[in-house]
């Protein structure tokens, strides 16, 4: 009966399920299946996206910074709206609201499964209306060459995979962690679970975190961080211009050039020498962003120093969407 009926990728294990009357959970996994993602699937396809780095490289923060600017993004395109599908995006949503009033950084992601992070995104200028489908997950994980599966569940299949490196003396590096090191691990922990990396590569979205703290970083990188317009743009309080699919254009144009500069000043050390050829010969597709989650330093008792104001955190999302596109 159900034979012809369409499929859907389930959220949560990015199995293939036939859309069956009343589908309300996965019949792989069993997790719960969002209605909304269901109606609105053939209109609002689904990128998934899984996010990973050492611990305290700001994964948790960068999500939110990255939905404080989805939800800004309806002052300047025209005839975007986003909705949570789910209870957990949704209290993102509220602590994204309270991260605004009070400055409060959030903890660490804790060790486990992590909750699917769910964002329908209506009409958005250049890549139309998509699905936004993430995993946060524990630093600790990485600390290993054999990496749990079952705490990173989408590291094998996403597509496209934002990969978070800190700040040179940052926290994150504690230990003698490295970039390439990072780098092995990811790639030891999929060829452990049959991944052909000649047959099919992978797509890595490299993000340089807390970009305001980066030591000898070349003045015109530090500029682009700083100077955000898109930052500026859904802050202000009069009628700005929108951001067409043209304005659009550009931007990504930028962000193009400014990814092959930063991917030239990664390989000034013998790490990120090491990181490029480890992922070339592994047929890994890389693109860099620079981010700054926040804007300023934040204190001892977790709370930021001035206001709010993250820099180019819709970055490495663009990347995704371009590399998915």
């Known amino acids: 009966m159900f034979l012809f009926a369409p499929k859907i990728t389930c959220p949560h294990c990015l199995a293939e399920i036939r859309i069956r009357k009343s589908l309300t959970s996965c019949r792989v996994c069993g997790g719960e299946i969002p209605p909304q993602y269901v109606y609105d ?104 060459m054999h990496v749990p599966l079952e705490e990173a569940p989408y590291l094998l299949k996403a597509p496209t995979t934002f990969m978070l490196i800190g700040p040179e003396g940052d926290p994150s590096n504690a230990g003698g962690r490295s970039m390439d090191m990072l780098l ?48 500026n743009a ?21 962000m193009r050039r400014i990814s092959d500069q930063l991917g030239a000043w990664v390989a000034r050390d013998d790490s990120g020498k090491t990181f490029l050829r480890i992922a070339y010969a592994h047929n890994i597709t890389l693109r860099f962003s620079l981010i700054s989650a926040t804007g300023d330093d934040v204190g001892s008792d977790g709370l930021l120093l001035s206001r709010l104001a993250p820099r180019r955190v819709l970055d490495p999302y663009f990347w995704a969407l371009e590399m998915q596109h």
């Open 184 to 231: 092995n691990n990811y790639i030891n922990t999929l060829l452990n679970h049959g991944v052909d990396f000649n047959r099919a590569g992978r797509r890595l979205v490299v993000v340089l975190t807390k970009g305001d703290r980066i030591m000898h970083l070349p003045a015109n990188l530090r500029q682009y961080l700083e100077d955000d317009p898109l930052w």
């Open 234 to 254: 859904v802050n202000m309080p009069e009628s700005v211009q929108q951001m067409d699919a043209h304005a659009m254009s550009q931007y990504v144009n930028k």
């Open 41 to 144: 699937y053939a209109q609002h396809p689904p990128f998934f996206t899984q996010v990973f780095g050492w611990s305290q490289v700001g994964k948790t923060v960068f999500l939110q910074a990255l939905t404080l600017m989805l939800i800004k993004m309806s002052n300047i395109w025209p005839q975007y709206s986003w909705a949570a599908l789910t209870d957990f995006s949704q209290c993102r949503i509220r602590e994204i609201r309270q991260y605004l009033a009070q400055g409060q950084m959030p903890g660490p992601t804790p060790r486990g499964v992590q909750d699917v992070y769910i964002m329908l995104l209506k009409n958005m200028e250049r890549w139309g209306s998509r699905t936004l489908v993430a995993r946060d997950c524990a630093g600790e994980i990485f600390d290993s």
